[in-house]
């Protein structure tokens, strides 16, 4: 069982009979009354999202959910194709499970599955991820490498702003949990 001081974004709970993911979570003590925790909940199953109220020190239930390390191999019209890294096993997921997890991912990368009542129900991706600038504005007199910077597209779609010296077919490392630029990958 949980306790309200081990909650935490992305941790898994079991409430009213149904596994959630916390999607956020605020611990409050307030100067008068009773500390409580403020979490907003994600069902595994459906998506739907709930905002509870837990007074401190309540218990939740651990869900009955399994996470495996897999790996991504390919999109097939609206499935993601995974591979178990341990077994081999191909997994079909639907677009609505990976989420915004496609953003981050080529070809191989590594990653998590999350399985509920052996159904595919999430995937986490590293916190970091390498990819490619596919398309950016080009360098401008005057330009420094501090302060500011310009959009590019990555491979695989996603937009974020990095320093003006980055050019197109460049790789930069990515925080996947704030879709911002960490540093230039050297070759």
Same mark, same amino acid.
């Given at each position: 069982?949980?306790?309200? @001081?081990?909650?935490?974004?992305?941790?898994?709970?079991?409430?009213?009979?149904? *596994?959630? +993911?916390?999607?956020?979570?605020?611990?409050? *003590?307030?100067?008068?009354g009773a500390a409580f925790v403020k979490a907003r909940l994600k069902n595994l199953e459906t998506g739907q999202v709930l905002d509870v109220t837990f007074k401190s020190g309540d218990m939740v239930d651990v869900p009955d959910v399994e996470t495996r390390d897999m790996q991504f191999l390919y999109q097939e019209g609206e499935h993601y194709v995974f591979m178990d890294n341990k077994t081999y096993d191909q997994v079909r997921v639907g677009e609505k499970e990976v989420g915004d997890a496609k953003m981050y991912m080529i070809d191989n990368c590594p990653l998590s599955v999350t399985f509920y009542n052996n159904k595919a129900v999430a995937i986490e991706m590293? $916190?970091?991820?390498?990819?490619?600038?596919? /398309? @950016?504005?080009? $360098?401008?007199?005057?330009? @420094?490498?501090?302060?500011?910077?310009?959009? *590019?597209?990555?491979?695989?779609?996603?937009?974020? @702003?990095?320093?003006?010296?980055? $050019? *197109?077919?460049?790789?930069?490392?990515?925080? +996947?949990?704030? $879709?911002?630029?960490? /540093?230039?990958?050297?070759?």
């Amino acid at each position: 069982m949980y306790s309200t @001081t081990d909650f935490r974004k992305g941790l898994k709970i079991e409430y009213t009979g149904k *596994a959630f +993911t916390i999607v956020e979570c605020q611990h409050v *003590a307030p100067g008068k009354g009773a500390a409580f925790v403020k979490a907003r909940l994600k069902n595994l199953e459906t998506g739907q999202v709930l905002d509870v109220t837990f007074k401190s020190g309540d218990m939740v239930d651990v869900p009955d959910v399994e996470t495996r390390d897999m790996q991504f191999l390919y999109q097939e019209g609206e499935h993601y194709v995974f591979m178990d890294n341990k077994t081999y096993d191909q997994v079909r997921v639907g677009e609505k499970e990976v989420g915004d997890a496609k953003m981050y991912m080529i070809d191989n990368c590594p990653l998590s599955v999350t399985f509920y009542n052996n159904k595919a129900v999430a995937i986490e991706m590293p $916190n970091f991820v390498e990819l490619d600038i596919s /398309e @950016t504005q080009p $360098n401008i007199k005057g330009d @420094t490498s501090s302060g500011g910077g310009k959009p *590019a597209t990555l491979e695989t779609g996603l937009t974020v @702003t990095v320093p003006f010296h980055l $050019n *197109a077919g460049e790789k930069i490392k990515i925080d +996947t949990r704030t $879709n911002q630029y960490i /540093e230039k990958v050297k070759s």
